[in-house]
């Protein structure tokens, strides 16, 4: 009926670094066709918890700082991914009381974690749940970063490729072109 749609599978492996026999056994049903890895929690006590809850304890720019050196120490290891996904997920909660969200204040930090991937050999998601802001796609480039994806962090229908012809546009303009396929990573345009 749709002879040239083509569905991928792939799987977000959320601390892929922490959680390696989970993760191998996951992988082990594959084939997926591409592998996500993400970073949603940072050590709290002798446990884990997102930054949602730590903003409730910590001034939020320590908890963004301490965030940013934990994707630098996932990526950094042989945990099989090959995607970041969502390398600003702290902003998704950032407190009001904290005032606008302003990334230049963690310039280094970012540069740092987008130096890191992109040293890993992985590709970068713009991830358009919350904008991505453009200064970290420049960084990205910047830093070396060979690759994008998009995902939308979809968690309803309606969401599926939300802002998506944003995100392109955003990825053209930092230097960064479509595949041969539309299901292909988007490279380098130098």
């Not at 204040?105 to 987008?114: G, K, P, Q, S, T």
């Not at 991505?132 to 990205?140: D, E, K, M, T, V």
């Amino acid at each position: 009926m749709f002879p040239s749609l083509r569905i991928l599978s792939g799987v977000e492996m959320g601390e892929p670094h922490w959680h390696a026999a989970a993760c191998a056994e996951v992988l082990a049903a594959g084939p997926f066709d591409r592998l996500l890895g993400s970073l949603h929690c940072l050590p709290f006590g002798d446990s884990y918890t997102e930054p949602w809850n730590l903003y409730q304890y910590r001034d939020a720019p320590p908890v963004v700082r301490d965030y940013l050196a934990g994707v630098a120490e996932m990526v950094a290891t042989d945990a099989a991914f090959e995607v970041l996904a969502h390398i600003d997920y702290p902003v998704r909660s950032w407190p009001l009381r904290a005032g606008p969200f302003d990334p230049w204040l963690f310039e280094d930090e970012f540069r740092y974690a987008l130096r890191a991937t992109a040293t890993s050999g992985r590709a970068l998601e713009i991830n358009t749940r919350i904008p991505l802001h453009p200064a970290i796609l420049r960084w990205w480039h910047e830093e070396g970063g060979e690759a994008v994806t998009f995902g939308s962090d979809a968690h309803t229908p309606e969401l599926v490729a939300h802002a998506f012809a944003e995100a392109a546009e955003m990825a053209s303009a930092h230097g960064f072109r479509p595949g041969r396929n539309p299901h292909d990573l988007w490279g380098r345009t130098d």
